[in-house]
Nanobody, 122 residues
Framework: QVQLMESGGGLVQAGGSLRLSCAASGIIFSLSSMAWYRQAPGKERELVARISFFQNTGYALGYADSAKGRFTISRDNAKATVYLQMNSLKPEDSAVYYC????????????WGQGTQVTVSS
């Protein structure tokens, strides 16, 4: 049974920082691509950052334009945990943040966490 458990959300002032964590179980974590998505009220879920695994080249990072330069995705395979360090937060970053896993690396993200709320006050 695959489980993804996010933590680290909360209320922060604009300009502040938060670090989200997602602990995974039930998958071969080191071989899985992982991602963070977010969904704000009334908006579609959007990709924030991903760390993809490629058999021949290892891990590759990718970021949404809105996250570049402010957010950093990382992983600790020993802890089966993926992180999202968010700096210089803006009110428009407020959303529910979801962790997603793609163990077969098909780009379909079949497994999701329950989400963690991030609220950035102005």
């Amino acid at each position: 049974q695959v489980q993804l458990m996010e933590s680290g959300g909360g209320l922060v002032q604009a300009g502040g920082s938060l670090r989200l964590s997602c602990a995974a179980s039930g998958i071969i974590f080191s071989l899985s691509s992982m991602a963070w998505y977010r969904q704000a009220p009334g908006k579609e879920r959007e990709l924030v950052a991903r760390i993809s695994f490629f058999q021949n080249t290892g891990y590759a990072l990718g970021y949404a334009d809105s996250a570049k330069g402010r957010f950093t995705i990382s992983r600790d395979n020993a802890k089966a945990t993926v992180y999202l360090q968010m700096n210089s937060l803006k009110p428009e970053d407020s959303a529910v943040y979801y962790c997603a896993a793609d163990p077969e690396r098909k780009g379909t993200w079949p497994y999701w966490g329950q989400g963690t709320q991030v609220t950035v006050s102005s």
